[in-house]
């Protein structure tokens, strides 16, 4: 076999012919071809970084704003209590003045009315003090007092109930019809006599009397039984009008 240098150089010919048509139509466009899925990989892969970075940032602003609408949402809720407690401070303040004021205004109105009904008790016990000094100045101008005397205890037994003046009656007759008139001054004979008619009169049944003096009294006279006594001074009037005038105060 003999070797051709044509046929080898034709080969060889071939050969860089088709290394060119290679690298020309396959390997440039298929390296154009990884450059650019490369710059494409490079591009998407910085715009998915910048989207990470966005969402840190969005994640950071959504935090921070979660944040701050939690101190707004504090703050509100203090200034809420705040203003609640100021009002609550406020209406019982009035509550404590409307109060103050209803307490003072009936305050005022019982002292009114105390004043008026003590004025009223003054104006009635005045009234009574008038009435019995009266009727003691005009005891004391009699001409008489034992007859003055003998008036009121004469009235005494006739206001005395039938029932116990029939009492009274049965004590004299088992007593003898004894009876002790004691008076503050001396009586006269003659006042005895007239003493001992009316009393029996009032008493309806006869009597035998005894009389005494007792300045204790202080003007005024007893008749004493055996069993019962019949007072009439004027220590008593004036304990009769105190009481009175003390029922007047209590009522």
Known sequence: MTFSWWTYALQVVNFLILVWLLKRFLYEPVM???QDRKAMLGTAMDE????RQAAQKEKAGYVAQKKALAAERQTVLAEARSDAAKERDRIV????????????????????ERQAVLGKLKQEA???AVAL?????GASTSPDLSTT?????????????????????????LNGSAVLIVTSHELADADKETWKKRLAGALGHRIVPSFETDASLIDGAELRFAHATITYSWAEELARARQELEALHES
Do not use: C, H, N, Y
């Open 126 to 128: 005045a009234g009574v």
């Open 93 to 112: 303040a009035a509550a404590k003045a409307k109060a103050d004021d209803a307490m003072r205004a009936a305050k005022a109105t019982i002292d009114q």
């Open 149 to 173: 005397f003998l008036d009121r205890l004469e009235e005494k037994i006739v206001a005395i109930p039938a029932g116990e003046r029939r009492a009274l009656t049965r004590d004299l007759a």
């Open 133 to 137: 000094a009266e009727q003691i100045l």
């Open 48 to 51: 998915a970084e910048s989207a």
């Open 32 to 34: 154009k071809a990884v």
